[in-house]
């Protein structure tokens, strides 16, 4: 296996992802640690890997994610060709299988949302699953020049913000309260601090 997305903590115990093939989790804490594996939904393992496969994994990870969501773990995965399937799934109680949740073709959401998708761009990718809502997942369109909240149960957009520089990748988080109503101090200087405040903005217009 080759992780090729941040590691995931739920259920008492740390998830390392290969969106290739499934994940691997162990409790960290244990006297005795027991491996596990969970395998990704039948369809979605990928058994033919490309020559460049640090570059494939790095592609593999740009349209599919495996996180926490309403104290649930969900994998995502969207097809790379129009109409561009989005599939949700939840893994059981058991810790062992996926059950299809939603599935919905991004191509006519986003169109009907204001995000058209373009010809000879990229396919939608997915960013992050929102941690307390299941229903909602980040998508980036165009050349990840803005991200996309996309309702999966109701089928549309919910908001969206534009991008000011290219990501690595976005990490789920929930913050305080008093967060959205005050400054972050930080050591840096007036153009940290305004880009700080504008990412909190930023999550609070996600959420309202």
Not at 43 to 58: K, V, W, Y
């Amino acid at each position: 296996m080759d992780m090729n997305q941040e590691t995931v903590a739920f259920g008492g115990r740390l998830w390392w992802v290969d969106l290739t093939c499934g994940t691997i989790s162990v409790d960290p804490f244990s006297y005795r640690p027991e491996l596990r594996f969970v395998e990704l939904p039948s369809g979605s393992t990928l058994t033919h890997i490309a020559e460049d496969r640090d570059d494939f994994m790095r592609e593999v990870a740009k349209y599919r994610r495996i996180g926490v969501s309403e104290g649930r773990m969900r994998y995502v995965e969207t097809s790379l060709h129009d109409p561009f399937l989005l599939s949700s799934y939840v893994l059981d109680e058991e810790g062992s299988s996926w059950t299809l949740e939603n599935e919905v073709e991004l191509k006519q959401v986003l169109a009907d949302g204001g995000h058209e998708w373009k010809e000879k761009t990229r396919p939608p990718q997915i960013a992050v699953l929102d941690p307390t809502n299941a229903n909602v997942v980040y998508i980036t369109v165009g050349e990840q020049e803005h991200v996309v909240a996309v309702d999966i149960y109701q089928e549309k957009v919910i908001g969206s913000s534009p991008l000011q520089n290219r990501y690595q990748s976005l990490l789920p988080c929930v913050l305080p309260p008093s967060l959205g109503s005050s400054q972050i101090p930080t050591a840096g200087n007036k153009g940290d601090m305004q880009a700080i405040d504008a990412l909190v903005s930023c999550g609070r217009h996600y959420n309202g």
